[in-house]
């Protein structure tokens, strides 16, 4: 696989000046693993964000620190609660012969050349992500499954027909392979169970808020508990 790349440089603003920093448009990072000490570093905010926001957690990513390439993952991120916006990065460096576990997506290929859609019928997808884990350069983006052979509601697409890449393993040895993937459907069965799933739902709103006359009726109730027990006081005081 093609690894995403990111360049950095080394980093000497710590503390307070990470705030400079930032205003500058960079994003302070530091890189840990091996035998290494950690290194302050320090990279390009757009670049960054964009990195992040596709390599995820547990993506391999390469690094180019001067002049040198290190593999890594991201360790953690931490994000501006109130800006949302990237502050900082801990990366931890990877050999090519680590076994990385990752989620990828699930593609399904033929879209809209299925003989079930030529039929009118429609392919929903179940599930769009997969866990699996593989050395580094055998990790694949996605995985592609096509539906070109779906054809009534009787097919289906399961995990187990998913054909993984030599070196690939599923994350879970007991992945279940009946997990479907993707359904047939007629249309008017979906949109049934659609208007059947918004009765259901108004049923329970409605259901949760009372009736004009339960309030006054449960207002009244009370009001009455309240002078009974207010009485009774009395009459003990009374007495």
Do not use: C, W
């Not at 596709?54 to 953690?76: E, F, Y």
């Not at 993984?164 to 993937?181: H, S």
């Not at 109730?221 to 003990?236: C, F, G, L, M, Q």
């Amino acid at each position: 696989m093609s690894y995403i790349s990111l360049k950095l440089e080394e980093r000497t603003a710590e503390g307070k000046k990470l705030a400079k920093l930032r205003n500058n448009g960079l994003i302070p990072s530091v890189i840990y693993g091996g035998q290494d000490q950690p290194i302050m570093t320090q990279s390009k905010q757009v670049e960054t964000s964009k990195v992040v926001h596709t390599a995820g957690r547990h993506t391999p990513i390469s690094l180019t620190l001067d002049g040198k390439k290190k593999l890594v993952i991201i360790k953690s991120i931490d994000m501006d609660p109130v800006k949302h916006v990237l502050r900082h990065i801990a990366f931890h460096t990877i050999k090519q012969s680590d076994i990385i576990t990752t989620e990828v997506p699930i593609v399904l290929i033929g879209q809209g050349e299925s003989a079930a859609e030529r039929a009118g019928l429609v392919i929903l997808q179940a599930i769009e992500h997969v866990e699996i884990k593989a050395k580094p350069a055998d990790l694949p983006d996605s995985l592609e499954i096509s539906i070109h052979d779906l054809e009534t509601t009787e097919d289906k697409i399961s995990v187990g027909d998913i054909k993984l890449p030599e070196g690939v393993e599923f994350a879970d040895a007991d992945q279940d392979l009946e997990l479907i993937i993707a359904n047939v459907y007629e249309p008017s069965a979906l949109q049934a169970a659609n208007e059947a799933a918004g009765g259901e739902a108004e049923a329970e709103e409605e259901s949760e808020v009372p009736v004009e006359g339960e309030v006054e009726s449960a207002e009244s109730d009370k009001t009455e508990a309240d002078k009974s027990e207010a009485d009774k006081k009395s009459d003990e005081h009374s007495n």
